[in-house]
């Protein structure tokens, strides 16, 4: 009797100190009841975001819009100058590029053909004709004749219009225009315009010629 109630004292003791161990002390910040061990709360930190995003090295986002900007100016000067009927960088390596093509691909030899540049009729004493080789300068040369009397004598064809004045007689005036070579690159080409003497344009029109080759052009003066 006396062991059996010694057994149920030691079981009450047990269960006493184990629920005097599991309790909580809210009051202390999370301690254990009869510890001297406590739960520590660290202080929160404060996240702070950035104002600003700062990169340090932005030479390459100036490096790119530098070029784009150049990029622009060039080609707004460029288109200002076709407008001004001068011949720029890139369209002088274009008709480069198509003589060279032409050359490439066995068309450098061309056959002798004469151009017949039609007829006009006038009542002036005299026309004005304007021409210059409307691809690249590559030192195309002519000599005109009236009548088959040369007026104008190995002339060098350019880029811009060069001015030449024929007097004319009554009747028919044959003006014929003979290639003396084809440049550094064939044919020999020009742009050319015929004016009367109050600067009335009679004729405009284009020839393409081998060395030797002729374009006629035949202007009637009236009575």
Do not use: H
């Not at 999370?30 to 340090?56: D, H, Q, W, Y």
């Not at 990029?71 to 198509?98: F, M, S």
Request: net charge positive.
């Amino acid at each position: 009797m006396v062991q059996q109630n010694f057994k149920i004292l030691i079981t009450l003791l047990f269960a006493s100190t184990f629920i005097g161990f599991s309790q909580v002390d809210n009051s202390t910040g999370g301690s254990v009841k009869g510890s001297s061990i406590g739960v520590i709360k660290a202080p929160a930190r404060e996240v702070k975001k950035p104002k600003t995003l700062n990169f340090r090295n932005d030479n390459g986002f100036k490096t790119a819009n530098n070029e784009l900007k150049q990029k622009q100016k060039e080609q707004k000067a460029e288109e200002d100058l076709k407008k001004k009927g001068i011949l720029t960088k890139a369209k002088i390596a274009e008709e480069r590029y198509l003589k060279n093509f032409q050359k490439i691909n066995g068309m450098y030899n061309y056959p002798v053909i004469d151009q017949d540049l039609g007829s006009i009729s006038t009542n002036s004493e005299s026309v004005n004709i304007i021409c210059r080789d409307f691809q690249y300068p590559d030192g195309d040369r002519v000599t005109i004749y009236v009548n088959d009397i040369p007026v104008v004598t190995n002339i060098t064809l350019r880029s811009r219009y060069q001015s030449f004045n024929i007097p004319l007689e009554e009747g028919v005036n044959k003006i014929k225009i003979v290639a003396l070579n084809q440049g550094t690159s064939g044919p020999n080409t020009a742009a050319f315009k015929v004016y009367n003497d109050t600067g009335m344009l009679l004729s405009k029109n284009e020839w393409n010629l081998a060395t030797g080759a002729k374009a006629t052009l035949v202007v009637a003066k009236n009575k």
